[in-house]
C-alpha cells in the first residue's frame, strides 16, 4: 500500500509560480512511475506530467510543456510539479498519482492522493 500526500497549493496571479509536492509512504517507491493530474468540475481527470522510476524521463501534455516541470527525489519518496507562468486555465485541484512500471497518459494508476487545489486569478 502507498499513501501519497500532495501539499503546495493556493492562490496565484496569472503568469506566477507554485510548486507542488507529493510525499509517497506506506512502501518502497521503488518501480513506480509518478504522475499529476488535474480536474475540474464537470471534466474528467486530464493528464498533466509523468515520470519514470528508472530513467527519470519524463512526459507532459502539451498545453504544459515549457512551463511545468516534473521531478522526483526517490530518497525523500517525493514528486514535485514546478509549475511556472501559470494561467486561469490552469487552476484545478492537482492529483499525485503511483503507478506500477510504465506510466500512463489515462487514469489508470494503482494509487492517489487526496488533490491540492490550484487557483489562478487573472
Known amino acids: 500500500q502507498v499513501q501519497l500526500v500532495e501539499s503546495g497549493g493556493g492562490l496565484v496571479q496569472a503568469g506566477g509560480s507554485l510548486r507542488l509536492s507529493c510525499a509517497a509512504s506506506g512502501r518502497t517507491f521503488s518501480g513506480y512511475a509518478m504522475g499529476w493530474f488535474r480536474q475540474t468540475p464537470g471534466k474528467e481527470r486530464e493528464f498533466v506530467a509523468a515520470?519514470?522510476?528508472?530513467?527519470?524521463?519524463?512526459y507532459y501534455v502539451d498545453s504544459v510543456k515549457g512551463r511545468f516541470t516534473i521531478s522526483r527525489d526517490n530518497a525523500k519518496n517525493t514528486v514535485y510539479l514546478q509549475m511556472n507562468s501559470l494561467k486561469p486555465e490552469d487552476a484545478a485541484v492537482y492529483y499525485c498519482?503511483?503507478?506500477?512500471?510504465?506510466?500512463?497518459?489515462?487514469?489508470?494508476?494503482?494509487?492517489w492522493g487526496q488533490g491540492t487545489q490550484v487557483t489562478v486569478s487573472s
Open positions: 498519482a503511483a503507478r506500477w512500471g510504465s506510466y500512463s497518459r489515462t487514469p489508470m494508476y494503482d494509487y
Open positions: 515520470i519514470s522510476w528508472s530513467s527519470g524521463r519524463t
